[in-house]
């Protein structure tokens, strides 16, 4: 959530930053009434308590005196009605204002290019080379199915489209891959981390899934508790510190945790309906961390880095970019994406987001660090895919794939492969 005090001190700054993030200044302009209303109404409760306790002061002393204080009593009771009427409008006017502002998107960081949508975006680089093959590449799908390995028919026939299973080696492979990337980001300082795959309403309102995004997960409702899927690991790992306030002396603090990740693709319908790029459920291994404000953008660099190095030791072709102000979540204030290499699509696709989203999440879960001074400050929240896991397997199987059907193992999986350097039609059940 952005910073009230922004807004009311920097309106016109804010609003244009804001605008390039798709929100009216009509809608700003909301919020500022409703602020200006809270604003005057807790003027006049302040004033009625100050009544309210002269009133009390003047009633005791009449008591001491022994004089008739009734009628002060009876008023008494009656500014009691009115302030406790203000305080309910001033709960309102809050309600009305927060519910606003919950549906606002975090200030784009300076630098960040402006744009609506994905063709704003800007390349940073592109590394590795792409594959030539001397055969038409089948797509990741075509390859799993031949072998075997994938099967998306018995997946829709368990749990409807958008399921599959894999199998044998499939399934191997997909385990070597995230068991590979967990080490990998364990070396680099993350802590393993196992987190709940539930998580309940505040959670994902801190990390600013909900309330705007409700259609985009699955919930579910049991003993009276309204619990979700998780869409992301960044839900349950972000919110470990919601409500804490973290010794300063320890940021920065990163995590790492693989989990599945549950989502219902509203708004999707038609795009990439076969293969593993858009499921409903999937793998994926998710870097957190936290960070003093004046480390954060350093924090975001180290983290696109520490996704890119996956990729370059899988060896496989991939570029970054940097997201315009379009094209970024909702909680981030700037973004890289990476995208690997998708030879039957002949273009990139993205496998990871790394984004650093400030003090946006920290507000809305109240994530603090100490200061120097022993004084609570703000946090600041990164996320990123250290990778998308099923979509890592999509990219093996389309870059490694050979002419009779077979898959070459990228050498750093091979001890996580048990050995295996080739998935063929022999081996590809085990």
Same mark, same amino acid.
């Given at each position: ?73 009876? @008023?008494?009771? !009656? ?6 009427? $203000? #305080? =309910?409008?001033? +709960? %309102? ?77 499939? @399934?191997?492979? !997909? ?6 990337? $967990? #080490? =990998?980001?364990? +070396? %680099? ?242």
């Amino acid at each position: 959530m952005i910073d009230m005090r922004q807004l009311r001190n920097n309106f016109e700054e804010t609003a244009q930053l804001l605008e390039t993030r798709g929100v009216s200044r009509e809608e700003l302009g909301q919020v500022m009434a409703l602020d200006e209303d809270r604003r005057k109404l807790l003027v006049q409760v302040e004033e009625q308590k100050k009544v309210r306790n002269q009133t009390s002061e003047e009633i005791a002393q009449l008591k001491r005196n022994k004089e008739d204080a009734d009628d002060k009593i009876k @008023a008494m009771q !009656e500014l009691g009605e009115e302030i406790s009427k $203000l #305080d =309910q409008e001033v +709960k %309102e006017v809050e309600n009305k204002r927060h519910d606003i502002l919950a549906r606002i998107p975090n200030l784009p960081a300076e630098g960040v290019p402006v744009g609506e949508d994905e063709d704003d975006n800007e390349e940073i680089h592109r590394k590795g080379d792409l594959p030539d093959f001397d055969f038409t590449p089948k797509a990741h799908y075509e390859i799993g199915e031949d072998l075997g390995i994938l099967d998306f028919a018995a997946g829709g026939k368990v749990a409807g489209s958008r399921f599959l299973y894999y199998r044998g080696m499939g @399934a191997k492979l !997909e385990r070597a891959l995230y068991n590979f990337m $967990l #080490d =990998q980001h364990a +070396k %680099e300082g993350y802590i393993e981390t196992i987190t709940p795959y539930l998580a309940n309403d505040q959670a994902m309102y801190g990390t600013g899934q909900f309330p705007k995004f409700t259609e985009d997960v699955f919930q579910i409702e049991h003993d009276d508790r309204d619990l979700t899927l998780i869409p992301t690991a960044e839900v349950t790992l972000t919110n470990y510190y919601a409500g804490d306030i973290i010794p300063g002396e320890e940021l920065p603090i990163k995590f790492t945790a693989m989990s599945p990740c549950f989502r219902s693709e509203a708004g999707s319908a038609g795009r990439d309906t076969r293969g593993l790029i858009r499921l409903h459920q999937f793998h994926k291994v998710e870097m957190v961390k936290f960070a003093k404000p004046d480390q954060s953008f350093d924090e975001l660099e180290s983290m696109t880095q520490n996704a890119e190095n996956i990729l370059e030791m899988l060896k496989l072709p991939y570029r970054r970019i940097v997201l315009c102000t379009g094209d970024m979540g909702f909680s981030a204030s700037k973004t890289y994406d990476i995208e690997v290499w998708i030879p039957a699509q002949d273009t990139y696709r993205e496998i990871s987001s790394c984004s650093n989203c400030v003090d946006f999440q920290a507000r809305r879960a109240k994530i603090r660090y100490r200061d120097e001074n022993g004084k609570p400050q703000l946090a600041h929240t990164l996320n990123g895919s250290g990778l998308a896991v099923g979509r890592t397997v999509a990219a093996v199987l389309e870059n490694y794939q050979n002419a009779d059907g077979s898959v070459t193992i990228p050498e750093v999986l091979v001890p996580y492969m048990g050995g295996v350097t080739k998935i063929t039609k022999e081996n590809a059940l085990g």
